[in-house]
């Protein structure tokens, strides 16, 4: 069965920290790669995604990811985190190629918490 | 830029009533979805639905569930018979081709 696993489930940093969220993922075939983010009170964005092509992936606010496929990994990173990006992060997955129908498999979620 | 959209943002309801949720996807989407998440829990995959038929659903959906997309705008998801275990926030998105979806904003549903 497809499975979406995050590491860490609440993260707490000072400004300017780097950020690293880790996401690996089970699953037989070729997939779809994502980040959303839910600021508080708001619903959920899309940060990033991977389809193909080049693994890292830059998205919006200065995120990027990295697709490593031997370790079925799809892991967050940002240089500096600010204040602003306190929020929950999910990492999702889908599967690629005709006759699915992009059902999102899901991570539990890390909370991220910058302190000012 | 486009959204989507759903109503109500909260719905109290009492068990065993039904209650049925409103989402408006991007108008040029064809691929449409509702996932839930309950408090504290991961966000799961309920249904999709392409093509004015059920693509895919999940355990979770079961004869309790149904979902309509009456007109050509709206796109609704009905709980028969509401329990307790189905208070969670529940949100619909759409996407152009099923890859990349946009989520509403939630309707969170309480059942008393």
């Known amino acids: 069965a497809q499975s979406v696993s995050q590491h860490n489930h609440h993260v707490i940093l000072s400004e300017a920290a780097s950020l690293e969220l880790g996401c690996n993922y089970s699953?037989?075939?070729?997939?779809?790669l994502f980040w959303y983010v839910q600021y508080p009170g708001q619903h959920l964005q899309l940060l990033l995604k991977y389809f193909s092509g080049d693994p890292l992936v830059k998205g919006i606010k200065g995120f990027e990811a990295e697709f490593i496929k031997s370790k079925f990994s799809f892991n967050l990173r940002k240089p500096s985190v600010q204040w602003s990006d306190t929020a929950e992060y999910f990492c999702?997955?889908?599967?690629?190629?005709?006759?699915?129908?992009?059902?999102?498999?899901f991570g539990q979620g890390t909370t991220l918490q910058v302190k000012p | 830029e486009p959204e989507v959209t759903q109503t109500p943002s909260h719905q109290v309801t009492q068990m065993g009533q039904e209650v049925i949720l409103r989402c408006v996807p991007i108008s040029n989407h064809l691929y449409f979805y509702w996932y839930r998440q309950i408090l504290g829990q991961k966000v799961e995959f309920l249904v999709s639905f392409y093509n004015n038929e059920i693509s895919e659903k999940s355990e979770i959906f079961d004869d309790q569930f149904s979902v309509e997309r009456p007109d050509g705008s709206n796109f609704t998801l009905k709980i028969r018979s509401t329990k307790l275990e189905d208070s969670a926030m529940y949100f619909c998105?759409?996407?152009?081709?099923?890859?990349?979806?946009?989520f509403g904003p939630g309707t969170r549903l309480t059942v008393t």
């Open positions: 699953y037989g075939g070729t997939v779809n």
């Open positions: 999702a997955v889908n599967a690629r190629g005709s006759g699915n129908t992009g059902k999102l498999i």
């Open positions: 998105a759409s996407s152009v081709k099923a890859y990349e979806q946009y």
